[in-house]
């Protein structure tokens, strides 16, 4: 990929970013990038390709994968930490602002899967990790399923207010939240 089409593709992030994706104007992204117009159309063909284009870049995208999740000790504690630290560290509140900007009508189709990959690979991969550890003895017997939703839920909702409302809600730091969440799941499915 070209210097120029970076230019255009931050430029259109940024734009979804403050105003949203129907507000960002293909005028306004050649504007902010410095390039005509007519550039973009050439490079992209239309905005959604853009954005499309842009999903696939690290500065606009989690990498997420099952990976980040690959360093387990078999520690309930550890494990669950790393998990919510990893989950934190990848999902940004610039990309929580982004999704947002994405869930216009207009392109939903073709970003909701590139979005909805981040959570699922944690979902897989917690349920995964607290079946082995049921296996293990080291859970007791739960519903595997909704303790894996629930733990997304916590993880998620924590990047999604602090993005929103920064300091103005939550009261937590991040390692605080995620200590006591940790203890609060762990309170509730060790054996």
């Known amino acids: 990929m070209n210097k120029t089409s970076e230019k255009i593709i931050d430029a259109t992030m940024e734009l979804i970013l403050e105003c949203g994706y129907a507000a960002a104007t293909t005028k306004d992204i050649a504007v902010r990038a410095g390039v005509n117009e007519c550039t973009i159309f050439r490079k992209f063909g239309e905005k959604k390709e853009i954005v499309v284009e842009g999903m696939k870049l690290p500065r606009w995208h989690p990498n997420i994968t099952k990976d980040t999740f690959a360093d387990i000790s078999g520690d309930l504690r550890t494990d669950l930490t790393m998990f919510m630290e990893n989950y934190m560290r990848e999902v940004t509140p610039e990309f929580v602002k982004l999704s947002v900007g994405l869930r216009s009508p207009q392109i939903y189709e073709y970003t909701a899967p590139i979005i909805m ?46 993005a929103s409302f920064g300091k103005g809600l939550l009261n937590s730091d991040r390692a605080a939240y995620i200590e006591s969440t940790v203890n609060a799941v762990i309170g509730g499915i060790a054996q």
């Open 117 to 162: 990959n981040i959570p699922q690979v944690f979902l897989s991969e917690v349920k995964k990790y607290l079946q082995t550890m049921q296996r293990l003895g080291k859970v007791r017997q739960i519903n595997i399923d909704q303790t894996a939703e629930m733990f997304l839920s916590a993880a998620f909702g924590y990047v999604f207010l602090t």
